[in-house]
């Protein structure tokens, strides 16, 4: 049989190993070289969902970002140093692949909020090595199940939206939706607890922190304070949408 080559990026659900569907868990353990996001100095979500699957010989490769939050995301500096940084990986990832299979560890599901959109897109571009994704559980998910309570009933709208995201703009999308989900939370908390106020929604409103993970923490949003929110972490408030109720 001839050896696969090509990149395939594989959804790794919420955290919770054991949320990864059975393709997943396949493929992570039969990798000879993995690639991950990560920031420098953390040991990587996707990284960490994987500890102990991993075969002993599999290279990894570290794919840290140049900057997350150091410099305002509209800025030349920082559109550069990050197309630089996608551009390079892409280049690096296509060689490999065109001898090997290359397996991308994502947290959640890849095409929702996930940085291997940015590899997808240039890889396809390319045109010159099979590129294949493989759908996980995304974050919210897991989380909304961490509350232990169902996100929507009836005709319920969720709208999902992140907290980097002006005030005006959270309060706008939040006015028009029942259930809501915020991602990108960490050092926005407050910003997002502003709008949460301004619509009446704060008392409604849980906050779940590495949702599924070793390290989850689930609590009511007005139960906590604004410092030192990880950026792991989503704002849910349920539905409360028609169902059917006896009248009498
Ligand atoms: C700039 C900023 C704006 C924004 O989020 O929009 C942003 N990341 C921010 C913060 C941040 N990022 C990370 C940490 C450390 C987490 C930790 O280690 O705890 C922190 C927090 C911190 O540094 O404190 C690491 C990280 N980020 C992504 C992954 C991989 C993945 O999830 O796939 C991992 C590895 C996670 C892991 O597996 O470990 C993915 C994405 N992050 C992006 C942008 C997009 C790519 C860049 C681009 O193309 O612009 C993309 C693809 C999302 C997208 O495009 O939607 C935002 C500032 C928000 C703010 O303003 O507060
Ligand atoms: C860059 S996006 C990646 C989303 C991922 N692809 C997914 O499908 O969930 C990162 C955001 O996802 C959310 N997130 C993902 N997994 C999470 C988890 N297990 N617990 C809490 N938040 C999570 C957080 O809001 C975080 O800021």
Redesign the pocket.
């Known amino acids: 049989m001839v050896a696969p080559t090509g990149v395939i990026c594989v959804g790794l659900g919420?955290?919770d190993p054991e949320l990864m569907s059975v393709k997943a868990d396949r493929l992570v353990r039969q990798a000879r070289h993995v690639a991950f996001f990560r920031k420098p100095g953390r040991p990587g979500k996707a990284r960490q969902a994987v500890q102990g699957l991993l075969a002993d010989d599999v290279v990894e490769y570290a794919m840290e970002y140049p900057v997350t939050t150091e410099l305002p995301v509209d800025s030349e500096a920082y559109v550069q140093q990050l197309s630089r940084f996608y551009d390079q990986w892409c280049e690096r990832l296509a060689e490999l692949a065109r001898q090997t299979q290359v397996v991308v560890l994502?947290?959640?599901?890849?095409f929702?909020?996930?940085?291997f959109m940015h590899l997808y897109t240039r890889l396809q571009a390319r045109g010159d090595v099979p590129v294949d994704v493989v759908p996980?559980i995304?974050?919210?998910v897991?989380?909304w199940h961490a509350t232990g309570t169902p996100i929507t009933w009836g005709d319920d709208v969720l709208s999902v939206m992140t907290g980097t995201l002006s005030e005006d703009e959270l309060v706008r999308r939040m006015q028009t939706a029942d259930a809501l989900v915020i991602?990108?939370?960490?050092r926005n908390l407050p910003r997002i607890r502003r709008a949460l106020q301004r619509c009446g929604r704060t008392e409604a409103a849980w906050l779940?922190?590495?949702?599924?993970?070793a390290q989850q923490q689930v609590q009511r949003l007005q139960d906590v304070g604004d410092a030192a929110c990880p950026?792991?972490?989503?704002v849910l408030v349920h539905g409360q949408g028609r169902r059917p109720e006896a009248a009498w």
């Open positions: 919420p955290g994502c947290e959640g599901d890849p929702l909020y996930g940085s996980g995304p974050g919210m897991g989380c991602m990108k939370v960490g779940v922190e590495n949702g599924t993970t950026y792991f972490a989503i």
